[in-house]
């Protein structure tokens, strides 16, 4: 009898182990890089960071011209300066590229901290967007990175789309 129920185990293991082999799991991959460049609201970031920061970046860059036209005149006329003179000019370059140096680092905080916020943002919608489709369609599994990823799995067209305003399907 017990030869019987080994098996009768036996069969309801390799029954359990076909039906489990049997259901197929339903994978999805999103590429972020993607969806950073081509979706709507990323683009739409982009700008607004361009419009907020250009102005800024524009002052820079007359800025450093300003101060590389003064060094290259200070350079031509050092060698008929007086010494007080070279030195008191010298001292003003110096002073105005570490002045020039603290605003471009200033600028680049800004930036960097805007554009998080930005991306941050973009990434909530993007999530929320790939949590939907996740739930709609009955995905098991939806990875954002990978190494290799079929164009049969690749889900970021309906992001792109869904992010964009249009349907998620």
Excluded: C, H, W
């Excluded at 909530?124 to 995905?139: C, L, M, P, S």
Aim: charged residues 35%; hydrophobic residues 40%.
């Amino acid at each position: 009898m017990t030869s019987y129920l080994k098996t009768l185990v036996a069969a309801g293991l390799l029954m359990g182990a076909l039906a489990v082999q049997a259901q197929e799991l339903k994978i999805g991959f999103v590429n972020l890089d993607r969806v950073l460049r081509d979706a709507a609201p990323a683009k739409s970031a982009q700008v607004k960071l361009e419009s907020e920061f250009g102005r800024r970046e524009k002052d820079l860059l007359d800025n450093e011209n300003r101060l590389k036209a003064a060094s290259d005149r200070f350079e031509k006329d050092a060698p008929t300066l007086a010494e007080n003179e070279r030195a008191r000019r010298q001292r003003e370059l110096i002073e105005q590229d570490r002045e020039l140096q603290r605003k471009r680092r200033e600028f680049q905080e800004d930036l960097n901290q805007r554009k998080n916020e930005e991306l941050s943002s973009v990434l909530d919608r993007a999530n929320r967007v790939v949590r939907q489709i996740f739930d709609q369609e009955k995905y098991d599994l939806i990875v954002q990175e990978a190494v290799f990823a079929s164009p049969r799995v690749d889900i970021t067209d309906k992001v792109i789309r869904a992010l964009n305003g249009g349907s998620s399907k």
